[in-house]
């Protein structure tokens, strides 16, 4: 069997294809069969004359999205979508389809998510799919390559990582669980032990945000590494996200056409990330509304929102890192400079928003304890977070990357919810 991504190299070979048929056109004495496989789309062409009288007339009463195999001739072709396609001399039919609920005339948004199992076969889907299979493996691989270990931090949790206001909260025997917010305390107790790690895997907020940034489950990846500062973070987070766009672009130009995203955007993106302080950012962003240049609540000491977000990814036309947060906004763990500030980085994406939030951890265990309380933590669920304080502490930090707004900024689809297989949201839990 040959996928549909390499049939450009077995031009003039005998090849079997095992699909779906995404698409069919005929006129008379010819079909021609879209056959997808997951690994793309490639044209079968099928004459009267070239195959079994039964198999022309199978051909003909194909259904969209039935399951064939087809056996044929490549055929390498600059005209033919993908450069190739298969003239066939057999056809087996696995299943003729019922009628697909999903046809290529516009359905509205409710109606593909009800059948969101069905819509991932769309071309746009697969596309976005590919894609955030390739950020997966380039975050991965660029930080194997540089040294990380991957070590996984546990979904139940007895505490809080992330404010407890957005805690799902499970049953879990004769206590309470929560599902994790972030892995972040588990992977500063690897680190500890590895020195530079990062887990990977779904967090959960009980978002009561209907955004088109937010979901309840989403993946995030999160590197955390021993005796680093928070240039150190800012760099892994600017290097990775480098690697990814180069490998998108090396890898993905046909989902990227797919999707009509231009690839001159991406590389656009792939240089040094401007750099500044909340307090420079809150300057800036304050200027521009007096200019009449955006419209927003904003004042220094607030959080950015979205419009401030956007403002900041539409000036700089690509990725931003905003430090030295107010420390008022930010999580219990973080790290101050002495100055009210905590020692934080966000990245802000054009459109996407933030992709990034990472810190420089408060590493003293008694500064630690005082900032639990003051955040009415429950301190008995914290004593193993305090004991990396006590056992050979260090400077540290890391960040955690949102899957689905990575994927969602460097493919352009504007929601998130179409940035993963199956969204889970506010409203929704089905299919
Ligand atoms: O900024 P956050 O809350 O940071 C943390 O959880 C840290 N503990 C990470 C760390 O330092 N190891 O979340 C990190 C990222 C955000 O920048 C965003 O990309 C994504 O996670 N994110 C969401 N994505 C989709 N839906 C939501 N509800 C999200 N909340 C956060
Ligand atoms: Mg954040």
């Known amino acids: ?76 072709d600059e005209r033919a979508p993908g450069g190739a396609e298969v003239v066939v001399n057999e056809l087996e039919v696995v299943q003729v389809a019922e009628p697909y609920p999903i046809t290529p005339k516009e359905h509205g948004s409710g109606f593909l998510m009800d059948h969101r199992h069905l819509w991932l076969r769309s071309k746009r889907q697969m596309a976005i799919l590919r894609i955030r299979s390739r950020i997966i493996k380039s975050f991965r691989d660029y930080l194997d390559n540089d040294g990380f270990f991957c070590v996984d931090s546990p979904i139940f949790t007895p505490n809080a990582c992330e404010g407890t206001s957005t805690l799902f909260e499970t049953k879990y025997f004769d206590e309470t669980a929560y599902l994790t917010q972030s892995g972040q305390l588990y992977a500063e107790a690897s ?111 607030d959080d950015l929102g979205a419009p401030d977000e956007t403002m900041l990814g539409e000036h700089y036309g690509c990725a931003v890192m905003v430090t030295h947060w107010p420390a008022e906004i930010k999580a219990f763990y973080m790290k101050q400079d002495g100055e009210g500030h905590a020692l934080g980085v966000d990245i802000i994406a054009p459109t996407a928003g933030e992709i990034v939030g990472g810190a420089v951890r408060e590493e003293d265990a008694q500064v630690l304890l005082d900032r639990i309380h003051a955040h009415e933590l429950p301190e008995e669920a914290f004593q193993w ?47």
């Open 1 to 76: 069997m040959v996928r549909v991504i390499d049939l450009k190299s077995h031009d003039g070979e005998a090849v079997t294809l095992k699909g779906w048929l995404y698409n069919k056109r005929g006129k008379g004495k010819m079909l021609f069969l879209l056959l997808r496989d997951g690994s793309g789309i490639c044209q079968c062409l099928v004459m009267k004359n070239g195959v079994s009288e039964e198999a022309f007339e199978a051909a003909k009463g194909l259904t969209q999205e039935s399951s064939i195999i087809i056996h044929g001739t490549a055929k390498v």
């Open 191 to 301: 680190a500890m032990a590895l020195g530079k790690v990062y887990c990977f895997g779904p967090t959960f907020r009980a978002e009561k945000s209907k955004t088109r940034r937010h979901l309840t489950e989403f993946w995030m990846l999160e590197p955390e590494m021993a005796y680093a500062d928070l240039t150190d973070v800012c760099d892994v987070a600017e290097n990775m996200l480098r690697y990814t766009l180069q490998q998108v672009l090396e890898h993905n130009m046909t989902d990227l056409e797919d999707l009509e995203r231009d690839p001159e955007l991406l590389r656009s993106w792939d240089r040094e990330f401007p750099r500044l302080t909340y307090d420079e950012a809150a300057v800036q962003l304050m200027q521009w509304q007096k200019e009449g240049k955006y419209e927003s609540n904003f004042k220094p000491g």
């Open 385 to 431: 977070y305090l004991d990396l304080r006590k056992y050979g502490s260090v400077p540290h930090g890391g960040f955690g990357i949102g899957l689905e707004r990575t994927v969602s900024w460097m493919t352009g689809v504007e929601h998130v919810r179409e940035c993963i297989p199956f969204p889970r949201t506010m409203t929704r839990l089905m299919p």
